[in-house]
């Protein structure tokens, strides 16, 4: 039996959350949703979005189920179990999916306690792999965001931590080299250990096939009782190939999250949207995009069903992240030169610090870290007007006060 909605938001992530309760502030009639969703809860964010969002009078919530075929032409999706769902209108929300080293081909990758972190059933396996290993030793692979996250979380959790990663510095797609020495620094006087320049070849396990020694390329061996790998990861839009056209690794949308597909939608990670204030094509894999863009499709087809329009979507990078108690966050665009200001020093009781990126004579991105949440209008606004700069070491002695009376 083919069972038939008005709308199918598929993913249960992030966006798919942000879609549905917008849906329902829009208005829903009973059994016109559905979200379909690989996982066993209701979408989640990884931040704030809590299930009481969603209405389940007005959604069917159809988990652990994994569509594996998509005909966009028939309007049709079937999942692994066999079942077909057909809409009118699709939302195509399914993020993003970890890269493995055993897919990558290091040796010994699939060894027991080598963990990866996307949904909350990763989270719940790791915590109990922490309960398990008391006081252990933890190998987090990768300095990214999820790799620079896990290693505080573990290190609070009392284990012994090492972070490994190839870069010469870490968080290093964004942040400066001043910016990580802080991070490096701050990560080292509360006892986590850094390991950059290098790479994981292989791991070794004991007689219960649990993780047992992490081996690098420079030939050094680590004892490790858990690792946690955060290497990258990848859209998934696999299901869709051939189908929709796609462009930097997703699937090409306009301003409204339209695909070339008529009343095929894609937001959060898998969309590569137009970027009005860069005036170029992009795909981000931010919370905040996430959320917005799933607000803003939805406002589109609930304004075309009533012949009205809404406007462009018009995003402003956002980028944040809070770990050992210090929040930083980055709005705009992080090319050209930097200018570093304030206290960034991790000895420091209170730091607190900026770095602005200029390009063309225009400041075009800002950076705050420490406990300022004060400064975080002012930083985002700063990158939206991309106001000129004539004087760079005035910026410098300026700091927050530039941002503040723009
Ligand atoms: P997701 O949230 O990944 O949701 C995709 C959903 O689709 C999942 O439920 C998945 O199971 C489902 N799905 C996929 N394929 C199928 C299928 N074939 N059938 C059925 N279901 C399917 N961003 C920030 O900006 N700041 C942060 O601090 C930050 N921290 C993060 C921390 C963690 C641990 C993680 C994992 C991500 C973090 N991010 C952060 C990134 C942010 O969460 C993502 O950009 C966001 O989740 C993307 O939302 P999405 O809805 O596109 O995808």
């Known amino acids: ?223 490790a009782d858990i690792v946690v790998v955060g ?17 930097k690794g997703g699937i090409k949308t306009d301003g409204f999250f339209k695909t070339s597909v008529p009343n095929v939608y894609a937001v959060g990670d898998v969309a590569t949207f137009p970027v009005k204030l860069y005036n170029e094509l992009r795909r981000v894999e931010y919370a905040e995009h996430a959320c917005q863009s799933a607000r803003k499709a939805v406002e589109a087809i609930k304004a075309a069903e009533e012949g009205k329009t809404v406007e462009e979507y018009d995003y402003l990078p956002v980028l944040y992240s809070h770990q050992f108690g210090h929040a930083w966050e980055f709005y705009g665009d992080n090319v050209g030169d930097t200018v570093l200001f304030g206290d960034s020093s991790p000895e420091s009781s209170i730091p607190k610090f900026g770095s602005y990126w200029i390009k063309d004579g225009k400041v075009v991105g800002a950076f705050w870290q420490g406990r300022i949440e004060e400064e975080r209008d002012a930083m985002a606004y700063v990158a939206r007007v991309r106001p000129s700069v004539q004087n760079v070491d005035e910026l410098a002695r300026e700091g927050f006060s530039f941002a503040r009376k723009i």
């Open 1 to 223: 039996m083919v069972k038939t909605f008005k709308y199918i938001i598929l993913g249960g992530g992030v966006a798919a959350g942000y879609a549905a309760r917008e849906f329902a502030k829009q208005g829903l009639k009973p059994g016109e949703l559905a979200i379909i969703s690989k996982e066993a809860v209701a979408p989640y964010e990884r931040t704030v979005l809590s299930k009481s969002y969603l209405h389940p009078e007005c959604i069917e919530l159809i988990l652990s189920t994994e569509i594996v075929k998509a005909d966009l032409a028939a309007k049709s999706l079937t999942s692994a179990g066999g079942e077909t769902f057909s809409y009118q209108i699709l939302l195509i929300a399914t993020g993003s999916t970890v890269i493995r080293l055993s897919d990558l081909g290091v040796q010994g990758a699939d060894a027991k306690n080598i963990f990866y972190f996307r949904e909350i059933d990763d989270a719940d396996k790791l915590y109990e792999a922490i309960k398990a290993k008391k006081n252990g030793k933890a190998v987090v692979v990768g300095g990214e965001h999820i790799g620079m996250e896990l290693s505080a979380m573990l290190r609070c959790n009392n284990l012994d931590v090492t972070m490994v990663y190839p870069e010469p510095w870490c968080m290093s797609r964004l942040f400066t080299s001043d910016i990580a020495a802080f991070n490096e620094g701050y990560y080292a006087k509360k006892g986590v250990n850094i390991m950059k320049r290098t790479v994981v070849v292989g791991f070794t396990a004991n007689s219960d096939g649990e993780v047992k020694e992490v081996k690098l390329k420079d030939g050094r061996v680590l004892e």
């Open 231 to 247: 290497d990258g990861i990848r859209p998934q839009t696999a299901l869709f190939k051939g189908q929709v056209e796609e462009e």
